[in-house]
């Protein structure tokens, strides 16, 4: 199992350009999550799925959006996208049915916006 | 998540225990608590969790205090490979987490 893959690794995005992060997992969870970390902080949920179809909001999802048409995908887009949004990006999935309350992380996005 | 706090920083020397403490005064009654810990440039990996009774895994001990308000994470003996940041998490009936802003341990050889 490749777990959680996310790409690219890095991107540097102007002011005003949109972008879209890949996080694809083969573990066939259900559960899906998108969060942001800025340095010398802790990661805040942006995004979640409990499965295809269903996403619903976190702690700060302004200026993104996010899809989930399969359980293996849960691709995260960024609109105009604005300094404040540098920051590395991580995927993570879950089984709470199976594993409860275990989440498995990506290696995360490294995103400048200049 | 600013109810989650921990110390920036904390040392320890080589195969000593280590005990990393956390404060979550307002966390709720169906509230997980959990450890993850974070090496440079990685994601977080899981580390423990626990909801009222104490905890013991292969990697660690996470000690709840009674009224739920705190909780530390025991690293029996500590190891070069042990250096990283450790977060406390807490997590809904939702299972989403909400990160504490992480305690880095630096582990003396």
């Known amino acids: 199992n490749a777990g959680v893959t996310q790409t690219p690794k890095f991107r540097i995005l102007k002011i005003g350009q949109s972008m879209t992060l890949q996080c694809t997992q083969d573990m066939n969870h259900n559960y899906m999550y998108w969060y942001r970390q800025d340095p010398g902080m802790g990661l805040k949920l942006i995004y979640y799925?409990?499965?295809?179809?269903?996403?619903d909001k976190g702690e700060v999802p302004n200026g993104y959006n996010v899809s989930r048409s399969t359980t293996e995908d849960f691709p995260l887009r960024l609109e105009l996208a604005a300094p404040s949004q540098t920051s590395v990006y991580f995927c993570?999935?879950?089984?709470?049915?199976?594993?409860?309350?275990?989440?498995?992380f990506g290696p995360g996005t490294r995103l400048t916006v200049t | 998540d600013a109810k989650t706090t921990q110390p920036n920083s904390m040392e320890s020397n080589e195969e000593e225990p280590v005990h990393l403490p956390c404060n979550h005064s307002?966390?709720?009654?169906?509230?997980?608590i959990h450890w993850y810990r974070q090496l440079p440039s990685q994601g977080p990996e899981y580390v423990i969790h626990?909801?009222?009774s104490n905890v013991n895994n292969r990697m660690a001990s996470l000690a709840i205090a009674e009224d739920r308000k705190s909780s530390t994470l025991i690293l029996h003996r500590a190891t070069l490979r042990d250096a990283a940041v450790y977060y406390c998490i807490r997590s809904n009936t939702g299972n989403q987490f909400y990160f504490g802003t992480g305690t880095s341990l630096t582990v003396i050889p």
């Open positions: 799925s409990v499965g295809a179809g269903i996403t």
């Open positions: 993570a999935s879950s089984a709470p049915e199976t594993m409860p309350y275990e989440q498995y």
């Open positions: 626990g909801l009222t």
């Open positions: 307002t966390i709720s009654g169906t509230d997980y």
